[in-house]
């Protein structure tokens, strides 16, 4: 099984909203990513756990905070998001120092409003 | 500061034809660079990989070059199809993350 799922598909929240994104692989991976997605753009890395220990924080804003429950679970919970923030959120996993083969979800598309 | 630059940014090709895009990287500490395949709505999808020691990479119709001393690589759809129309993006890992290029938008009219 080479899928890694992500819930919800769609995410409506408002400013003051508190949620979470969840992200589920059964590939046996010991890195898993975060990344956000604008419209026509690359995805950008957020977050990098390799065994469940957050390895890697790109200077994201505190109002995403990651975890990473165990080793085929990563959540993102999300407080406070501005309008801004407004992307795909893509989850990833691949072996660990392996990284060129990252295997992704297929997104939660998240509005701020 | 760890780069990958890419274009074109857009391709419009005939069914049949060969679509190129072209990548080029500074960072001399790379260990792989893959190319990945994104369709509207879904998460890009490893495509094929090369690694700094091979020159070129075939798997069907896709083909990497690889050219180390000048830095670049590129990707090469040979009898591309509009099943092939999706974004591609190329890349660059350090062995812990991807760094990928802005990416290119292919469109393959039939």
């Known amino acids: 099984d080479t899928e890694v799922t992500q819930t919800p598909k769609h995410l409506v929240m408002g400013m003051t909203n508190k949620k979470s994104l969840k992200c589920e692989q059964h590939m046996g991976h010991r890195a898993m990513y975060w990344y956000k997605q604008k419209a026509k753009k690359p995805p950008e890395l957020m977050f990098v756990?390799?065994?469940?220990?957050?390895?890697i924080n790109e200077s994201v804003p505190s109002r995403f905070s990651p975890e990473c429950p165990n080793s085929s679970l990563l959540n993102l919970h999300l407080h406070a998001l501005q309008p801004e923030d407004s992307a795909l959120y893509l989850c990833?996993?691949?072996?660990?120092?392996?990284?060129?083969?990252?295997?992704f979800g297929p997104g939660t598309r998240l509005t701020v409003t | 500061q760890q780069q990958v630059k890419q274009s074109p940014q857009s391709l419009i090709v005939q069914k049949g034809g060969i679509s190129i895009i072209n990548c080029a990287y500074e960072n001399t500490a790379f260990d792989y660079f893959p190319w990945y395949q994104q369709f509207p709505g879904k998460g890009p999808a490893l495509l094929i990989a090369i690694r700094p020691d091979v020159s070129e990479k075939k798997e069907g119709r896709f083909t990497i070059s690889f050219n180390k001393s000048a830095k670049q690589f590129s990707l090469h759809i040979m009898d591309s199809q509009p099943g092939d129309s999706a974004t591609y993006f190329c890349?660059?890992?350090?062995?812990?993350?991807?760094?990928f290029g802005k990416g290119t938008t292919l469109s393959v009219s039939s």
């Open positions: 990833a996993s691949s072996r660990l120092a392996e990284a060129y083969e990252q295997y």
């Open positions: 756990y390799s065994y469940e220990k957050l390895s």
């Open positions: 890349a660059a890992s350090p062995g812990t993350a991807l760094i």
